[in-house]
């Protein structure tokens, strides 16, 4: 006789039931599963935002493609100054603090540009402090006049620059402002990135001028200087160049160039990582396709997955050889034709 305790035996209707939950679930998973590759991957309906990264020591920096060009000249201005990583960290807070990082045309009374420097208190003409590369020199002309900046908390420091009447506020932006100048000083390699789509990009003559760029190509050669100063520079010259990279290369095309830091050692490393991070910066204004450096590469058609491992053979070839073929030593940018 069944006692109290025994358990009812499913109906047909819930025994179809179960397994028809358990199927919608695991479907419900999958799909989940493959929008969270979609969005990470930016392919699909989802495709990552245009914008650029900073990831150093834990901290994460997320940056418009416009507040990244300014980062990257700020800090670019700093390296051709001699600056240490100290005075782009300082620079890059009082930036975010005064204008989020944007060259607005509007501020406080007089002020405008990124660091909101007023015409009336001696900064220059309203169209000087609107040229952020004025405006960044600027500011660094006025914090080395600033005794013992270095050691200075970075909200003091800028403060000494600025006179703000929130002299504490540069400080909420120290963290990120850290992160932001080891990574663009080239404390730390491949940890500066862009998703860059080329949607505005306009088409260009491939008509090689008389080094043997096209227009492009010149323009970024152009910009390396004014930026950081004079570089040694190759991968192109007058009427083209036709050996002496791989097969298919942009060289061949006058679309690429080479960026020499020799020799191998630890500043020259450094050096190299914070030229390949500005041109990254830079690779939507200037029409970039490719940077190379160190064993890495970033391209503008795989952006969303940042820089990756630089994979080439060098077997059966001599250590110096190696070197050059993973782009240990030298800088490689191409553009877009």
């Given at each position: 006789m069944p006692t109290t305790e025994a358990r009812r035996r499913p109906t047909t209707r819930e025994g179809r039931f179960l397994p028809r939950l358990l199927a919608t679930l695991i479907v419900i998973g999958l799909a989940a599963g493959a929008v969270v590759v979609m969005v990470r991957s930016g392919v699909g309906p989802f495709p990552a935002a245009e914008e650029c990264e900073v990831d150093v020591d834990g901290v994460a920096v997320t940056l418009s493609t416009e507040q990244a060009e300014n980062a990257a000249l700020i800090a670019g201005i700093a390296q051709r100054r001699g600056l240490p990583a100290?005075?782009?960290?300082?620079?890059?807070?009082?930036?975010?603090?005064?204008?989020?990082?944007v060259n607005i045309d509007y501020g406080d009374r007089d002020s405008l540009g990124l660091f909101q420097q007023r015409p009336s208190m001696g900064w220059g003409t309203p169209e000087q402090v609107m040229d952020p590369v004025y405006a960044t020199n600027a500011f660094f002309d006025g914090l080395e006049r600033v005794e013992g900046y270095r050691e200075m908390r970075i909200t003091e420091a800028a403060q000494a620059v600025q006179r703000s009447a929130f002299p504490e506020a540069y400080e909420d932006h120290a963290a990120d402002a850290r992160a932001l100048?080891?990574?663009?000083?080239?404390?730390?390699?491949?940890?500066?990135?862009?998703?860059?789509?080329?949607?505005?990009?306009?088409?260009?003559?491939?008509?090689?001028?008389?080094?043997?760029?096209?227009?492009?190509?010149?323009?970024?050669?152009?910009?390396?200087?004014?930026?950081?100063?004079?570089?040694?520079?190759?991968?192109?010259?007058?009427?083209?160049?036709?050996?002496?990279?791989?097969?298919?290369?942009?060289?061949?095309?006058?679309?690429?160039?080479?960026?020499?830091?020799?020799?191998?050692?630890?500043?020259?490393?450094?050096?190299?990582w914070a030229m390949a991070h500005y041109l990254v910066a830079q690779a939507d204004r200037l029409g970039i396709a490719t940077v190379i450096?160190?064993?890495?590469?970033?391209?503008?058609?795989?952006?969303?997955?940042?820089?990756?491992?630089?994979?080439?053979?060098?077997?059966?070839?001599?250590?110096a050889t190696a070197q050059i073929l993973e782009h240990r030593e030298h800088v490689h940018v191409d553009v877009l034709p």
């Open positions: 100290r005075a782009v960290s300082i620079a890059l807070a009082t930036a975010y603090q005064e204008s989020k990082l100048a080891s990574a663009l000083t080239g404390y730390h390699r491949g940890a500066f990135t862009c998703v860059v789509r080329h949607s505005g990009v306009d088409e260009v003559s491939a008509e090689l001028d008389e080094q043997g760029l096209t227009s492009r190509a010149a323009a970024v050669r152009e910009e390396i200087e004014a930026v950081f100063g004079r570089q040694a520079l190759g991968g192109f010259a007058p009427g083209g160049v036709s050996s002496g990279h791989s097969e298919g290369s942009a060289h061949y095309d006058g679309r690429a160039v080479d960026v020499f830091f020799r020799p191998i050692n630890a500043a020259n490393k450094r050096r190299g450096f160190d064993g890495r590469i970033w391209t503008a058609r795989r952006s969303v997955q940042g820089w990756r491992d630089y994979r080439v053979d060098t077997s059966g070839r001599d250590r």
